[in-house]
């Protein structure tokens, strides 16, 4: 239970993996932040100790809590070390045959009464769960970017996920002070099945003649009071996760509603990645 959960695995350290490092060390737990290059990890928590350092300007901690907050975190790149999780999360690349691999091997690592989550943005839990001897304790806790700032987690039950599973992920959102919202498993879940699709109708506009993306942008700001437009949120997103979670609804859903944007792919193929890159429906 959520009570008896007091060292988190969390696989994967980047922009995801170690906002939820971050959330969880900030919340009293100890964090095993597990990557599989040193530079990866390195970054990682660089980028956990300069957050950190802003939230302590900001006044939202105090000066001593960002030492206090670092010190639980546990860099390894050894998988092995989270034997000792009692609750393990994967922010891994959203591809499917490298989560598969992920749930496999640490099906074999951590204690059969743990849970496994998944941050995934896309990806059937219900299949994940399936890749496991333990398909009641799989989940999705999928978490939104910036971490430390967005107040939602989606929660998502896979066919096979428990009643106990699914309110101890809930209670442990809610102790990270976040909101957990009850989701069942089906492609993109609820926020990118209507976000994508958003997403992709912006860059067909700009790709058709339409408007610049500056003035798409516009429109959704102004107009529809988004904080950031479509094509400046897809490219802080990365276009190239855009494009796995579109390819993942098509192929899912079987509706060509879903078909990825031809500029969205010959971008992706450029290695106009938006935001990370430097380049994408903006230069950065």
């Not at 957050?51 to 105090?62: D, P």
């Not at 904080?227 to 996760?241: K, Y």
């Not at 990825?260 to 990370?276: E, F, I, N, S």
């Amino acid at each position: 239970m959520a009570g008896e959960i007091k060292t988190v695995g969390v696989i994967g350290a980047g922009t995801m993996g170690n906002g939820i490092a971050h959330v969880f060390a900030r919340g009293g737990f100890a964090v095993l932040l597990c990557d599989v290059e040193p530079m990866f990890l390195d970054r990682g928590l660089e980028t956990i100790r300069k957050n950190l350092g802003r939230e302590a300007q900001k006044g939202k901690i105090k000066p001593e809590d960002v030492d206090d907050t670092l010190r639980r975190i546990e860099g390894t790149l050894d998988r092995n070390a989270l034997a000792e999780a009692d609750f393990v999360v994967e922010a891994a690349t959203e591809r499917f045959e490298v989560k598969q691999a992920i749930f496999e091997d640490l099906d074999g690592i951590v204690r059969p009464e743990v849970i496994l989550g998944s941050n995934t943005s896309s990806i059937s839990i219900t299949k994940l769960a399936a890749q496991t001897e333990r398909p009641e304790r799989v989940i999705g806790m999928h978490f939104f970017n910036p971490v430390p700032v967005m107040q939602l987690v989606e929660v998502i039950r896979g066919l096979q996920t428990s009643d106990e599973t699914y309110e101890t992920v809930a209670t442990l959102a809610e102790k990270l002070g976040k909101t957990a919202v009850e989701v069942n498993d089906a492609p993109g879940f609820v926020s990118n099945r209507v976000l994508m699709p958003l997403l992709n109708e912006a860059m067909f506009a700009v790709m058709e003649g339409v408007a610049t993306p500056a003035a798409v942008d516009e429109v959704f700001r102004l107009g529809m009071a988004h904080p950031m437009g479509p094509l400046t949120l897809a490219d802080f997103i990365g276009l190239d996760v855009c494009l796995d979670i579109m390819r993942v609804l098509h192929e899912e859903l079987g509706d060509p509603k879903y078909r990825p944007c031809p500029l969205l792919v010959r971008m992706v193929d450029a290695g106009w990645l938006g935001r990370k890159s430097g380049r994408g429906f903006y230069t950065y």
